[in-house]
C-alpha cells in the first residue's frame, strides 16, 4: 500500500496553441498608413499592399472600420488607383 507522502511523478507539459491565433497587432503610424495608401493606389489590391508595408490584410480591414479619415483615404486611393 502506498504511503500518503507519495507523489505522483510529473508529467511533461504539453504546449497547447492559445485560443487566439488571429493577427498580429500593429503600430499604426502615419508613415505606415501612407505608404499603404500609395501602394494601395497605384495597385488597387489590399492584399499586396499590406504585404508591402509587412501586416496581416485582416489588420488593414480592421483600421478601416475604426478609423473614419483612413476609411476615406482610402476611398480616395481606390478612385485614384
Not at 46 to 53: F, Q
Request: proline share 6%.
Amino acid at each position: 500500500m502506498p504511503s500518503k507522502t507519495h507523489k505522483r511523478p510529473a508529467t511533461p507539459t504539453v504546449t497547447r496553441p492559445t485560443a487566439f491565433t488571429g493577427r498580429k497587432w500593429v503600430r499604426w503610424t502615419a508613415k505606415k498608413k501612407a505608404a499603404f495608401l500609395d501602394h494601395l493606389a497605384a495597385t488597387c489590391n489590399v492584399k499586396e499592399s499590406a504585404a508591402v508595408i509587412g501586416v496581416d490584410p485582416g489588420s488593414v480591414y480592421a483600421l478601416r472600420r475604426h478609423d473614419l479619415a483612413f476609411s476615406a483615404a482610402w476611398l480616395d486611393a481606390l478612385e485614384a488607383g
